[in-house]
């Protein structure tokens, strides 16, 4: 039988492990290069934003806390924070085991469970995109009149025959780019310059099109034989995400990666973690022969730039 302080050492092993495979399962999210997080209130300090003026500040509510964004042309914007929780049983014989079949077992339990955390904040993201909610400036994301700082009108929503074959495929990537590059501001600079063809936008889209996208961008040769016919061929960096699939099957994204402002926000408390009764062994211990582990994050989602995104709809 394992000693109190052995336990207590395979916790704080387990906690690190965790956390080393939510951080690798985070460079695999859907919507990674499309967002970036911002400390939530639990004692973090105050970052900076570079791309437009403005600084983003912690702040607590009376019920609950919100990441504030403040300063970006007079505007602030509340993303509030929601706590997430699963909780498993590992049996106390299995968890007492040094042999590399159980510590295999709990690995993968711990894998799964890291991969659940980051699904769940892609189902997040994913719900900003398909219920365009209000943003920073207090009107829907995506709209075919859009006014940003500085008086520009932008369209960031653009509709057409956009999704029926590799042509109509091609004709909406170019629709959304020339859209793209006429921002002009900081934040889509991304799109100006002498290596803006070196850009590979991401494009998101519903797991229904993933032939159609495939076929679109990862075929060499649109015509046999015909040497450079397909001009998308690698020309963006393809994310299919299966939670557009119920709100929509046609409508698709194009995004900015790697913007200085991004697409998305992501709030985030302390990092995910696991709790546990090893540390404070209870009733459950002794009625049910296991330790419960609990992985708790603390995050929530909001909008970022207009600038940076195109909603395409296949109508």
């Known amino acids: 039988m394992a000693s109190p302080s052995t336990l207590i050492t395979k916790l704080r092993d387990a906690r690190m492990e965790f956390l080393g495979m939510f951080n690798k399962m985070s460079e695999r999210s859907l919507f990674s290069g499309a967002f970036q997080t911002i400390p939530a209130p639990e004692g973090y300090g105050k970052i900076v ?4 003026p403005g600084r983003m500040e912690e702040k607590t509510q009376d019920g609950g806390s919100a990441a504030t964004i403040e300063g970006i042309d007079g505007k602030s914007y509340e993303i509030a924070t929601k706590v997430y929780r699963k909780t498993i049983g590992i049996d106390k014989d299995l968890l007492e085991r040094e042999d590399a079949i159980s510590q295999g077992a709990i690995s993968r339990e711990l894998s799964k469970q890291a991969r659940a955390v980051v699904a769940e904040r892609d189902r997040q993201l994913t719900s900003l995109l398909t219920t365009n909610g209000n943003d920073i400036f207090g009107s829907a994301f995506y709209a075919n009149t859009k006014t940003m700082p500085g008086g520009q009108t932008i369209d960031n929503l653009i509709s057409g025959a956009y999704g029926a074959s590799s042509t109509e495929v091609k004709d909406g990537f170019f629709a959304a780019i ?31 099109l993933e032939n159609l996208m495939q076929d679109a961008f990862s075929t060499q040769l649109l015509t ?25 099957t046609t409508d698709w994204y194009v995004m900015v990666p790697d913007a200085e402002f991004p697409v998305l926000w992501e709030a985030r408390g302390k990092d995910p973690e696991i709790v546990s009764n090893i540390e404070a062994p209870d009733s459950d211990v002794i009625l049910h022969d296991r330790f419960l582990f609990q992985v708790r994050a603390k995050f929530g989602v909001g909008y970022g730039s207009a600038f940076n995104t195109i909603k395409v709809v296949d109508s």
């Open 224 to 248: 046999a034989g015909v040497a450079g016919s397909n001009v998308l061929f690698n020309r963006a960096q393809l994310r299919v995400n299966p939670y557009l699939d119920a709100t929509s």
């Open 49 to 52: 934003s570079t791309a437009i």
């Open 178 to 208: 020339e859209q793209l590059m006429g921002m002009v501001n900081a934040a889509s600079y991304l799109y100006h310059g002498a290596d803006a063809q070196d850009i590979r936008p991401i494009v998101m889209y519903p797991a229904a």
